[in-house]
């Protein structure tokens, strides 16, 4: 079966670097897919990585490891804007996006 | 990126009623419409994929007759909730993609359903 493991939740607080991490197993593999959802609001795009290595974009960077079937999202200087939760979702081999369930980040001051 | 519309926003309904959701792409064909369920604290779960002319495939476990799909033109989907109940009250959210395959999704805002 296809799968995306992500944490439930994660604490931070203001200012600091927090790392998100995600594991797949999929069938077949067309990119990976970060987005943020605000509570009550739609998911937005964050981030896209269909080759192994690292995408920087501000205070966002995304990796990929291919091989390892892992990800990871990079916050820094976090601002208390970015309490969301943070959605993992992989294309398959059909561009079908499977997603995560989630981490809900919390950012304290 | 793409623009895309959802209305209502937000609706209030009896029991027993219908509810019509649309999802407009501003500006740009849209060839695969996306259409998503999400309960409270829980993550994204696709409902049914529509394209433009064609029946939709609805994923296991949601009933085509519950919910129509109806994607008539490169601009517009439409989601009918037949006969709602309470545990239909749910945030229903449409995504398009531009091109088949190409990956990228593009979310409508939302329409918050609640079913009394």
């Known amino acids: 079966g296809q799968n995306i493991d992500q944490p439930t939740e994660m604490t931070a607080t203001e200012g600091a670097i927090v790392q998100i991490n995600c594991t797949y197993q999929?069938?077949?593999?067309?990119?990976l897919f970060w987005y943020q959802q605000h509570a009550g609001e739609a998911p937005t795009f964050l981030s896209y990585n269909v080759l192994d290595g690292l995408e920087e974009k501000g205070r966002f960077s995304s990796f990929l490891s291919r091989s390892k079937g892992y990800s990871y999202l990079l916050l820094k200087e976090l601002q208390m804007k970015d309490s969301a939760s943070y959605l993992c979702?992989?294309?398959?081999?059909?561009?079908?996006?499977?997603w995560g369930a989630g981490t809900k980040l919390i950012i304290k001051p | 990126g793409a623009v895309v519309s959802q209305h209502p926003s937000w609706v209030i309904c009896k029991s027993g009623t219908s509810v019509k959701i649309e999802c407009r792409s501003l500006d740009f064909q849209a060839t695969t419409m996306f259409w998503y369920r999400q309960f409270p604290k829980q993550s994204l779960m696709l409902m049914a994929t529509s394209n433009e002319g064609s029946k939709a495939t609805y994923e296991q476990g949601v009933e085509k007759d519950k919910f129509l799909i109806n994607h008539a033109s490169l601009t517009l989907s439409t989601l009918t909730v037949t006969s709602a109940h309470p545990e239909d009250s749910s945030f229903y959210i449409c995504?398009?993609?531009?091109?088949?395959?190409?990956?990228?999704?593009?979310f409508g805002p939302g329409t918050r359903l609640t079913v009394l």
């Open positions: 999929t069938s077949g593999f067309n990119g």
């Open positions: 979702a992989v294309s398959d081999s059909n561009y079908q996006l499977i």
């Open positions: 995504s398009v993609k531009t091109i088949p395959d190409y990956n990228e999704q593009f």
